[in-house]
């Protein structure tokens, strides 16, 4: 708020309220643009010129993955930008497709969004990725940073809104290798309660587990179809984060 406006943040626009009137239980804000309302998953990432190293390997190699995770509820992803990406580019090209798998999991916080505003100093948020490691935040003067393992990177861009989720943008790849895919999905399950317990539309996480191949894989919950990640994921996310296939 500023001299007592309120600036809302929708879309990458600041929308001004002039004044606000009180009915019943309801606060009723005038506001100077229309609300645009939030895109799907795959065309908010398509649109953020940051994460194209990222977006076009994903679309190019495995089509599939993206839809699937734009038709689960509550998600959360830390995306690391296009100079993140190929700041490890060398590094994460020795590495297996398990390896990368559970990589990309950790940036992703299954069952639930969670916006800026729950990521406050004094908040002790403890969260659990779609790879069943703690998710934790740091602040200091200079910014808010996410912690997995013991990669931390800054978060750059918060609350880049989709449908379904949230999607924060950071400076570094979290390169933590490890997984626990029965905390995972005990967390998801989790959250995912929470979840329905506000909305009875509630679809289902994403939930990570083992699957076929050494990868594992990712399944929309609620009774959806499953996307297996064996090793076409590996080579998604290798293309990914060597910036291959880019649109």
């Known amino acids: 708020a500023t001299n007592g406006t309120l600036i809302l943040e929708n879309d990458d626009r600041n929308v001004h309220t002039s004044t606000n009137a009180t ?12 609300l645009r309302i939030p895109g799907n998953f795959s065309s908010v990432v398509a649109g953020q010129t940051e994460l194209s190293a990222l977006a076009g390997a994903v679309t190019a190699a ?3 993955l993206v839809p699937t995770l734009t038709r689960a509820k509550g998600l959360t992803l830390f995306a ?9 580019s060398e590094q994460l090209g020795q590495v297996n497709a398990s390896t990368l798998t559970s990589i990309l999991l950790n940036h992703l916080i299954n069952g639930t969004a969670v916006y800026s505003t729950q990521i406050t100093e004094g908040s002790n948020l403890n969260l659990t990725s779609a790879g069943g490691e703690p998710t934790t935040f740091v602040f200091n003067s200079s910014g808010v940073f996410v912690t997995s393992g013991s990669s931390t990177a800054k978060i750059v861009k918060a609350n880049v809104l989709t449908s379904n989720g949230v999607i924060h943008l950071i400076d570094r790849v979290l390169l933590n290798t490890d997984s626990n895919p029965g905390q995972a999905s005990s967390a998801a399950a989790s959250y995912s309660s929470v979840q329905a317990s506000q909305t009875s539309s509630q679809t289902g996480a994403v939930t990570a587990g083992p699957g076929t191949g050494a990868a594992g894989s990712l399944i929309l919950g609620g009774g959806a179809a499953a996307v297996q990640l064996g090793a076409a994921l590996g080579a998604v996310v290798v293309g990914a984060l060597l910036g291959a296939h880019l649109l």
Not at 23 to 34: G, S, T
Not at 80 to 88: H, T
């Open 23 to 34: 009915y019943q239980n309801l606060q009723v804000f005038v506001v100077d643009r229309v």
């Open 62 to 64: 495995l089509p599939d």
């Open 80 to 88: 690391p930008v296009n100079s993140a990406i190929q700041a490890v």
